[in-house]
């Protein structure tokens, strides 16, 4: 008896804000990468492109996104946003439009969602040969605001050192989404010498929201620093903060 198996593996690429070109994921593309929806402009055009020789099925869905209290990202289905098609075929090396806008109206505050772009397996294999499909799956945001642009801002809200653990808090004060793109810890030391840290990479932080990173001191450092400093650069802005550092914050 033959026996054919196929073995299916799920890549999921998430578009960031910092990407200035159209994000690609093996055998399409997707322009734009964010989507921007008010009343003023109610509909935009995705355009998907197959990068391959290869003939694709793609399937499109919605979800609200949210983030919880820890900043994490949460998903639930919505039916605010309107597109076609929702099921669709592309020829190789061939693109396809589809229409995406929404039915409800914009309130005061920004509203975020997502639009998942994901590719529908065929597992046509050999009668002798395993078959090995990517599935593609491209998750773009989407921002519907009202007719004017809301603001944003953030703060550092909260900087705890612990020992050779350093906690960073930042939280989202505006009323738009900003996109953390770098955070920077420098540590300095009472004989005047610095302590770099290695810089973190941010996320999407959605308005209200806030999220903690954490940043480990080398052995024995936190006895020798007098402060640190933060930086925080986002899309937006650059904030910063200084946590003086006390003898008693060293102690475990």
């Not at 593309?29 to 694709?56: G, H, W």
């Not at 946003?81 to 929404?102: C, D, H, Q, T």
């Not at 998942?116 to 395993?130: C, H, L, V, Y």
């Not at 906690?167 to 300095?188: L, R």
Request: charged letters at 25%; one cysteine or more; glycine letters at 6%.
């Amino acid at each position: 008896m033959k026996f054919k198996f196929v073995f299916v593996i799920l890549i999921t690429i998430f578009i960031c804000a910092a990407m200035h070109k159209a994000a690609h994921a093996g055998s399409f593309r997707v322009l734009p990468i964010k989507v921007f929806l008010d009343q003023n402009n109610r509909m935009e055009t995705m355009r998907i492109r197959n990068e391959s020789d290869e003939k694709v099925t793609i399937q499109i869905k919605t979800v609200k996104w949210d983030q919880d209290e820890r900043g994490v990202d949460v998903y639930e289905p919505t039916k605010d946003l309107i597109f076609f098609p929702r099921i669709f075929s592309i020829e190789g090396n061939e693109e396809r439009m589809v229409k995406v806008g929404y039915q409800k109206q914009p309130s005061s505050a920004e509203t975020t969602y997502r639009i998942f772009i994901e590719e529908i397996p065929e597992t046509s294999a050999g009668a002798n040969q395993p078959a090995l499909k990517m599935i593609l799956k491209m998750s773009v945001p989407v921002f519907l605001a009202s007719g004017k642009t809301p603001a944003k801002a953030g703060e550092i809200d909260k900087l705890e050192l612990n020992g050779n653990s350093l906690s960073v808090s930042i939280s989202n004060t505006g009323a738009s989404y900003f996109f953390v793109k770098n955070i920077k810890v420098t540590g300095n030391k009472g004989n005047g010498e610095s302590l770099p840290l290695p810089d973190k990479h941010g996320w999407y932080l959605l308005k209200g929201t806030s999220r903690k990173y954490l940043f480990d001191l080398p052995e024995g450092a936190c006895n020798e620093l007098k402060d640190l400093h933060v930086q925080i650069e986002t899309d937006n802005e650059v904030f910063e903060k200084i946590l003086n550092v006390q003898k008693s914050m060293c102690e475990i």
